[in-house]
């Protein structure tokens, strides 16, 4: 009995020691080139009513509910939603848009409290615009645990490859905005 509460103990210390050692902040960025010209592209994403055309949470939960206020699109642009299961809860307002660079502010508050930053970069390349989405924040204690365990590049990367591969083939087939 004493050694399988050693035991416990042990794993429990590893566990803890291993989150510890794990960085106080996060970044996950992908990319995408886009056959078409970035304003195409970028038009999608400064717009939150368009987000239904290429973001990979908009149809995980079909009863998730949608407010948007604030400015049409751009700068002043908020979109709030509130579902259950995988989407929760949580704020996005757009804080900067350049004909480059998209920023947004990104407050999670289901299933965890989260304060992130999500970026959208475009850049020409001739005729192509590559597309950068990237997000960044904070990694609190217990997102450092959950770290142990997971691997939340490739888990949030995911979602971003969808996206992008959806923003892309938007953009491409109506690259006319």
Not at 51 to 69: F, N, Q, V, Y
Request: aromatic share 10%; charged share 25%.
């Amino acid at each position: 009995m004493l050694y399988a509460v050693l035991a416990v103990v042990l794993v429990v210390a590893i566990v803890l020691a291993l989150a510890l050692r794990k960085p106080a902040t996060f970044r996950v960025e992908r990319r995408v080139v886009i056959d078409a010209p970035a304003a195409a592209a970028h038009a999608r994403v400064e717009d939150f009513r368009r987000w239904a055309e290429w973001s990979p949470w908009e149809k995980l939960d079909p009863a998730m509910r949608r407010t948007h206020s604030g400015a049409a699109a751009g700068v002043g642009a908020v979109y709030e939603w509130s579902g259950t299961g995988k989407v929760g809860a949580g704020r996005m307002e757009i804080r900067e848009s350049t004909p480059a660079r998209i920023v947004i502010q990104l407050d999670f508050i289901k299933p965890f409290e989260g304060h992130n930053i999500a970026e959208f970069d475009f850049a020409p390349e001739g005729a192509r615009t590559a597309v950068r989405w990237a997000m960044h924040g904070p990694a609190p204690f217990i997102s450092r645990l959950m770290q142990v365990f997971m691997n939340m590049d490739a888990m949030i990367g995911r979602d971003f490859e969808a996206g992008l591969a959806n923003l892309k083939a938007a953009a491409e087939a109506a690259p006319a905005t």
